[in-house]
């Protein structure tokens, strides 16, 4: 089964960016449709984005439309969430979740069947 690691969260100032990658391990990463949730203290388990296995497809939530982007790159086992114009609402543990049923294009938090541990993400107003 995959092992999926979480990076790159850290303190930022409203308005500025992080880039948070997804590294895959055990199982190549072309296997799994990847999404990013995010869950705050208090609040539950939120979609962020999706990506198909082979990048072809990609879904945001409302919420961050226009300033995040997901990508992939298969070939170093990755997949990325590149988040712009950073809001203190952002603030969250930014968890990767892998959906081992790739010919499908599902969204729910239930619909993934492996998860990273998360990076914190914080952002100072």
């Known amino acids: 089964q995959v092992q999926l690691v979480e990076s790159g969260g850290g303190l930022v100032q409203a308005g500025g960016s992080l880039r948070l990658s997804c590294a895959a391990s055990?199982?190549?990463?072309?296997?799994?449709?990847i999404g990013w949730f995010r869950q705050a203290p208090g609040t539950e388990r939120q979609f962020v984005a999706a990506i198909s296995w082979n990048g072809g497809s990609t879904a945001y939530a409302d919420s961050v439309k226009g300033r995040f982007t997901i990508s992939r790159d298969n070939a170093k086992n990755t997949v990325y969430l590149q988040m712009n114009t950073l809001k203190p609402e952002d603030a969250a543990v930014y968890y990767c979740?892998?959906?081992?049923?790739?010919?499908?294009?599902?969204?729910?938090?239930?619909?993934?069947?492996?998860w990273g541990q998360g990076t914190q993400v914080i952002v100072s107003s």
């Open positions: 979740a892998g959906d081992s049923a790739r010919w499908t294009w599902r969204l729910g938090y239930g619909d993934y069947d492996y």
């Open positions: 055990g199982r190549t990463i072309s296997m799994y449709n």
